[in-house]
């Protein structure tokens, strides 16, 4: 989807209603704006200290079944099957 909006006084932006309700955002929340190659992208912080928040601690004490070199054949195994996979339909 797209919006377009004009800078008001001061840069200010409205964030269009419809964008706010569906990200959540309600009056006082904090947003932050990165600039990344020539574009800006809006982030609601809020949402991602309580992803972190809430998973926080999940897998203490909890050993990995596979080494980071078995993990990664795992994958790039499983990648290869769904790529031949869509080649032969």
Do not use: C, H, N, Y
């Not at 006082?28 to 809430?54: A, M, Y």
């Not at 897998?59 to 032969?88: D, R």
């Amino acid at each position: 989807m797209e919006w377009k909006v004009k800078i008001l006084e001061k840069g200010r932006v409205t964030i269009p209603q419809k964008l706010r309700d569906r990200l959540g955002l309600k009056k006082g929340d904090e947003v932050k704006f990165l600039l990344e190659e020539g574009k800006i992208r809006l982030v609601t912080p809020r949402l991602e200290e309580d992803i972190v928040e809430r998973t926080k601690g999940v897998l203490e004490g909890i050993e990995p079944e596979l080494t980071p070199e078995e993990l990664e054949e795992a994958f790039l195994t499983a990648v290869a099957s769904k790529i031949k996979a869509k080649e032969e339909a």
